[in-house]
């Protein structure tokens, strides 16, 4: 508050946005192994250790600021002198996000037992940086944000986040754009790769070949540009050509398959900005 105060009583420059609180922090508040409060979980450490973690006693009003967010001027902010500060703001924020959803103090085992109430939030900021990215260069997109989600071994937690990504930028920079980014196929494919190298698609894995859950569906979807496909009459095809690559394991063919839908749709919008058609 005694930020915002500041910068309205007269300061010119824009101010540093405060940093968000941790995401968890060390409770002593019962013994390794008691009962407590559901909120706090011990390290899952073999040492013996007794450290409990929990939530903090200042806590990031996350599905406040999940309404907040998507109401920022990201592109005129990105074009002013602030837009450092936005994207310093941004990268805390995937930051503290990444640690919420996967504490880096619980084993693996309990990761998922973890309670946290953050996906309102998750999907709001993968949103956000699926929009901010359409104003930033290939470099910044992966340093900043797609590097962080992308390295996730959570797979659950990775689509939370990359799911709305993609959406967002295909919607606002694909499909909507005057003019698509000439990053975008190159952005695109490092996330494919991510939805191509997931268990998913380990033919010996447990559920293999079927997408699960809220977000791996929808990201699959969005990279085979399923609308565009269903306007064209074209999905039917390329669900028979999925169901024939898929049991003989070809990975390279089921890659080049979705590289082909991806491209061609951007590939569609470029010559549509060019006054070509197809």
């Given amino acids: 508050m005694d930020t915002v ?22 409770v002593n508040t019962k013994a390794r192994g008691g009962s407590g409060d559901d909120d706090q979980m011990d390290d899952g450490a073999d040492s013996g250790s007794e450290e409990i973690w929990g939530e903090p006693r200042v806590q990031w ?15 005129q902010i990105v074009q002013s002198p602030a837009k450092d500060l936005l994207l310093n703001f941004l990268s805390s924020a995937l930051k503290w996000t990444n640690e919420k959803n996967v504490p880096p103090w619980a084993r693996t085992d309990r990761r998922r037992q973890t309670p946290t109430r953050i996906s309102e939030w ?24 797609l590097a962080r989600i992308l390295e996730l071994e959570d797979e659950d937690a990775c689509w939370k986040l990359l799911s709305p990504f993609v959406s967002c930028y295909v919607c606002a920079h694909v499909y909507d754009a005057a003019k698509v980014p000439e990053q975008a196929i190159a952005i695109l494919d490092l996330c494919l ?14 559920r293999s070949g079927e997408l699960s859950g809220y977000d791996e569906p929808r990201l699959a979807e969005t990279l085979m540009f399923a609308r565009f496909a269903r306007s064209l009459n074209l999905l039917p095809l390329f669900f028979c050509m999925w169901l024939i690559l898929f049991p003989v394991g ?20 470029l010559s549509e900005e060019n006054g070509y058609s197809c």
């Fill in 61 to 75: 009003y996350s599905q406040y600021a999940a309404k907040i967010l998507p109401l920022l001027p990201l592109e």
């Fill in 193 to 206: 790769g991510k939805l191509l190298g997931s268990s998913t698609f380990e033919r010996d894995s447990y």
């Fill in 250 to 269: 070809s990975y390279q063919a089921l890659h080049g398959l979705m590289e082909i839908s991806l491209a061609s749709r951007i590939r569609f919008r």
């Fill in 122 to 145: 998750t999907h709001a900021l993968g949103d956000s940086l699926g929009n901010v990215s359409g104003w930033l260069s290939l470099q910044e997109v992966q340093s900043r944000f």
């Fill in 5 to 26: 105060t500041t910068f309205y009583q007269g300061s010119e420059d824009w101010c540093e946005l405060p940093p968000l609180p941790p995401a968890w922090e060390i």
